[in-house]
């Protein structure tokens, strides 16, 4: 998937995405006192599958301080940038690391399963980050594992579904060339 692209290629892609990223945060839906669903995944996503983990990790942090910035919801806590960022790294390095093994060559299972897990990972590192800012008790942890956790299924079928748009449409532009 990832082609040659001289550096200042890469940054320039990266920033316009990274841009649409933080767009999309804005676009988000909040439920008050459980939680808040952002589409900007798949931006930085898809830039940590086509450019490599180092890029998306780079502009997954990026997005989430500055969307975090442009657009305040409650406290900006700098840790959730860090694990944006490692979000973003997960995909691109999971997607590479599934595409050695020969029951993952198709694109959708790659997707579904490095998303998945990266988001489920940084989900759980997020509500322990939580649990030690609010000192929430055991309980309170637990129901938020599930409310999490319950976001991030409905997101990761949000983001494997637009990044296979995103990625057939990278395909068809790249094969042209």
């Not at 990790?57 to 442009?70: K, N, R, V, W, Y």
């Amino acid at each position: 998937m990832q082609k040659k692209f001289s550096v200042t290629k890469k940054i320039i892609i990266s920033g316009l995405f990274c841009g649409l990223a933080i767009i999309f945060s804005s676009l988000r839906i909040i439920i008050p006192g459980v939680c808040k669903i952002s589409f900007d995944g798949p931006f930085y996503k898809f830039i940590s599958i086509t450019l490599g983990a180092f890029y998306g990790g780079i502009s997954a942090c990026f997005a989430e301080t500055i969307g975090a910035f442009l657009n305040p919801v409650g406290n900006y806590i700098p840790l959730f940038s860090i694990t944006g960022g490692l979000r973003g790294f997960l995909v691109g390095s999971l997607y590479r690391f599934l595409g050695k093994f020969s029951w993952s060559r198709k694109k959708v299972l790659k997707l579904i399963t490095s998303v998945f897990i990266s988001d489920f990972f940084v989900s759980f590192l997020n509500s322990i980050i939580i649990k030690f800012y609010l000192g929430w008790s055991p309980k309170i942890f637990l129901i938020n594992i599930c409310i999490r956790f319950g976001k991030e299924f409905f997101l990761v079928i949000v983001n494997v579904v637009i990044l296979k748009i995103m990625l057939d449409i990278y395909d068809k532009i790249v094969e042209k060339k």
